[in-house]
């Protein structure tokens, strides 16, 4: 019975969804966040138990009953549900941004009271989380696509929730017609697999048998559905050059949202490009060069394209971008490197690999961490240009300490979680005596940029002058500043002690 625990989440958040979605006022917000705070703890709670203790959860749902007799070409009556290392260190991922996000929410959310329906909010909000959930742990290929194309959906409207904004408008547009194309990619490909190779067979270890033979039998082939699920997949996210819907989405957004969407969400491409890479197919060192190219020119697009904004959170988006480059160059390296042979390479392959999971989990929580400190900000000013705001440390401490934790963590400085990470890409990369050298100095010069980007993001709006005059401006309630400080504990933790989060990845 323990196997049903996987579906414990779902429910909570489907109800959390449809009950929120009754109430336009307060009690919508906080229905959906106790909800999804709860759901998100139980999520954890399921991903460190399969982490820890090495038990792989299973589950086939059957919707319709073996009583009723449906002829159809290909089994949606049966869902494949499977929480393996993979699916649980990414939900992991979620389970934590998501418990912050949510309780950051039940305040933050009320500053939209009498301005949009707090109901049609819930009911997205935790749509949303319940759709990235099953993204991860969803088994089967068909439904998989079918809760990706939901997620973009129920995040399109978060994008747009402050509907009266033309702004908020059309970057929802752009987000949902650029990664809706990305889908339809990943559709065609899927087809492909589902129809001319495994003979509508839907289960992800079925599928694998297939993938595995057609390297073997039909090489141009297994190349041209690699390169269409990678385009596909490099939309959401946000690799160059499918990366100008990112900038103009995630500001627009609740900043609680915007958490979810850079924190975590841009994350659902990286879970597949693991299970393309090392799942489905093998790692070459021609792929692993590719992928590793793309990730080198995003950090470095990315990245000094943030130094240029002065808009906090077009700042932050841009930086996901730069961030996502560090996650996808390490994949790359690692695949270079485990397909080149030798023990020392495989030591480097495996350090490669660990970093790209290293960075990915520190990426999540430095950079909602970032997002909810520019949130409290606009919650207290109501603004969110550089250019104007300042001095708000003497206003706003917690805030501007877990800011600088973020800052510094974003920025690679030790003890704080984001120089591990990076170390490992570098030491991985550079002394690997191949192309991977010079996408290690170019990663490691970026880093000096994201530092300098940041410590004009914390200047500006902590400790320089401000243009304006700020009255009765004070710390956010208490919720707020328990999730910062929440998020900021954790990238000390994951800085200090790298054998916490290196034990959680060695199983994958």
């Keep these: 019975m323990a196997e049903y625990a996987i579906l414990a989440p779902i429910v909570l958040f489907v109800l959390g969804a449809v009950i929120s979605s009754v109430f336009k006022g307060k009690l919508g917000n906080y229905i959906s966040s106790f909800f999804s705070l709860i759901s998100s703890l139980i999520i954890c709670y399921l991903s460190l138990s399969v982490l820890f203790y090495n038990k792989v959860l299973e ?184 990366h100008t819907w990112l900038p103009d989405a995630h500001p627009e957004a609740p900043s609680n949202v915007s958490a979810l969407l850079s924190g975590v969400m841009i994350k659902t491409s990286v879970y597949m490009f693991f299970r393309i890479f090392y799942f489905f197919f093998k790692p070459t060192i021609y792929w692993g060069s590719i992928v590793a190219t793309i990730g080198t020119i995003t950090l470095f697009v990315g990245t000094m394209y943030a130094i240029l904004q002065t808009d906090s959170k077009r700042l932050l988006a841009f930086h996901s971008i730069g961030q996502m480059g560090y996650i996808v160059l390490a994949l790359g390296a690692s695949m270079v490197l485990y397909s080149m042979g030798g023990e020392s390479y495989a030591i480097l392959a495996s350090a490669a690999f660990a970093a790209s ?112 005059e700020f009255e009765d401006i004070k710390e956010v309630p208490t919720v707020m500043v328990f999730s910062q400080v929440f998020l900021a504990v954790i990238c000390t933790i994951l800085g200090i002690y790298p054998v916490l989060p290196l034990t959680i990845i060695s199983p994958i």
Excluded at 136 to 160: G, K, P
Excluded at 377 to 390: F, P
Excluded at 407 to 432: A, D, E, H, Q, R
Excluded at 439 to 447: E, K, P, T
């Design 59 to 242: 589950l086939q749902l059957r919707l319709i009953p073996e009583i009723i007799k449906l002829s159809l070409p290909i089994n949606l009556n049966v869902i494949y549900i499977k929480i393996d290392f993979l699916s649980a260190f990414f939900a992991l991922i979620l389970g934590i941004v998501g418990f912050a996000s949510s309780i950051y929410g039940i305040s933050y959310i009320n500053r939209y009271l009498h301005k949009q329906h707090l109901g049609f909010y819930g009911l997205n909000y935790a749509s949303f989380l319940c759709l990235m959930y099953l993204v991860f742990v969803i088994h089967d290929i068909f439904w998989f696509i079918v809760f990706w194309e939901l997620m973009t959906v129920a995040s399109q409207f978060l994008v747009s929730y402050e509907k009266e904004k033309i702004v908020a408008r059309k970057a929802a547009y752009k987000y949902f017609c650029m990664t809706k194309a990305g889908s339809e990619v990943i559709i065609v490909s899927a087809l492909i697999i589902l129809v001319i190779l495994s003979g509508m067979q839907t289960s992800f270890d079925i599928v694998k048998n297939y993938t595995e033979k057609l390297i073997v039998e039909n090489t141009i082939l297994a190349n041209v559905l690699l390169a269409m699920l990678f385009i596909g997949f490099s939309v959401k996210a946000s690799l160059v050059p499918f």
């Design 357 to 468: 999971l290293y960075h990915a989990l520190n990426h999540a929580m430095f950079k909602s961490l970032l997002f909810l400190t520019a949130g409290s900000v606009i919650y207290r000013t109501g603004s969110r240009n550089l250019n104007v705001l300042g001095g708000l440390a003497k206003f706003m401490p917690v805030t501007a300490i877990s800011a600088l934790i973020a800052s510094l963590s974003i920025s690679g400085i030790p003890p704080f979680n984001g120089f591990v990470s990076k170390w490992l890409i570098y030491s991985s990369t550079i002394p690997s005596f191949t192309p991977l050298t010079v996408y290690g100095v170019v990663a490691l010069f970026i880093s000096a940029v994201t530092a300098a980007s940041f410590v004009k993001y914390f200047t500006t709006l902590f400790t320089k002058p401000s243009a304006l």
